[in-house]
T-cell receptor
Framework: GAVVSQHPSWVICKSGTSVKIECRSLDFQATTMFWYRQFPKQSLMLMAT?????????EQGVEKDKFLINHASLTLSTLTVTSAHPEDSSFYICSARLPGVDSPLHFGNGTRLTVT | AQSVTQLDSQVPVFEEAPVELRCNYSSSVSVYLFWYVQYPNQGLQLLLK??????LFKGINGFEAEFNKSQTSFHLRKPSVHISDTAEYFCAVSVAISVNTPLVFGKGTRLSVIA
């Protein structure tokens, strides 16, 4: 079954508004979660690493004031797209790794954001 | 830094035919390799992983991958594809397996199975 839950699965918002996306680890504690962005027919680009209890680490070129990440608990990370614009429309996917030496990354089902 | 190259952006194949999706990686250190599958508007599902040891790895849905260190490749294969295998396939690399190590993805290969 799913180990990472993401909500909502899709959202449509007007330009200038903010949208919050939630990522939850199910039945395990995730001190670190990763946020990826995927443009149509393209690969996943790492946006940021979300760290529980501390500031997120953003990849080069990602605006931290636009993409606010909060990891307030060991099972929840949120990504808020602030003052969204049409160019922010994309597929956002979170992921986390189960504890354990050989554990791979597990992904949420993604959130399709459309900004009109 | 490590990188992944998926040589084919699209691979059409007839149902029940074999398929190979190619993946090459570049890294100055030992790596861990993964194949993920993505169905439309969904997240990624792990197909299989290479951590160490053997060279041939079996995953879910009848897929397998062969690790070739000399050619720095990790090609994905299936002897007989089904319509339901139509999806996007991503090869990914990581230099460590730890809770705070992300994956670097290739650009993906769209597998289209034709009836």
């Amino acid at each position: 079954g799913a180990v990472v839950s993401q909500h909502p699965s899709w959202v449509i918002c007007k330009s200038g508004t903010s949208v919050k996306i939630e990522c939850r680890s199910l039945d395990f504690q995730a001190t670190t979660m990763f946020w990826y962005r995927q443009f149509p027919k393209q690969s996943l680009m790492l946006m940021a690493t979300s760290n529980e209890g501390s500031k997120a680490t953003y990849e080069q070129g990602v605006e931290k004031d636009k993409f606010l990440i909060n990891h307030a608990s060991l099972t929840l990370s949120t990504l808020t797209v602030t003052s969204a614009h049409p160019e922010d429309s994309s597929f956002y996917i979170c992921s986390a790794r189960l504890p354990g030496v050989d554990s791979p990354l597990h992904f949420g089902n993604g959130t399709r954001l459309t900004v009109t | 830094a490590q990188s992944v190259t998926q040589l084919d952006s699209q691979v059409p194949v007839f149902e029940e035919a074999p398929v190979e999706l190619r993946c090459n990686y570049s890294s100055s250190v030992s790596v861990y390799l993964f194949w993920y599958v993505q169905y439309p508007n969904q997240g990624l599902q792990l197909l299989l992983k290479y951590l160490s040891g053997s060279t041939l790895f079996k995953g879910i849905n009848g897929f397998e991958a062969e690790f070739n260190k000399s050619q720095t490749s990790f090609h994905l294969r299936k002897p007989s594809v089904h319509i339901s295998d139509t999806a996007e396939y991503f090869c990914a690399v990581s230099v460590a397996i730890s809770v705070n190590t992300p994956l670097v993805f290739g650009k993906g290969t769209r597998l289209s199975v034709i009836a």
